[in-house]
């Protein structure tokens, strides 16, 4: 298992955008209730403003902050990808309509 991860973010050209002025406080109790560095918070923030973010925590800690995203904003659309340093720590995602109708990985 690696424990530096790149997420990539990519938004489906539908739904509504993900304004993260104003989740970002939840966003924030979220990374520190996982007991992560409160700059995981600003990592998720680049990741979903520029498409992509490096983190110090693994592909499945991406995962599941990236999951909680989409509970809070339901009628976004993205795909998502989180890679570690091994080939199989990678997590690959798609949120529509409400739900993860592709959720796989990671594989260590």
Known sequence: MSFDSTLQIN?????????????????EERVVAESYPAEVAMNLRHAFETGQSDFAITAAGVRGLVMSIGEVCPSSHFEARATGEALTDTWVGIFEMGTWTLDEGPWD
């Open 11 to 27: 938004f489906l050209g539908y739904g509504d955008e993900i304004n993260f002025d104003m989740i970002y406080d939840e966003v």
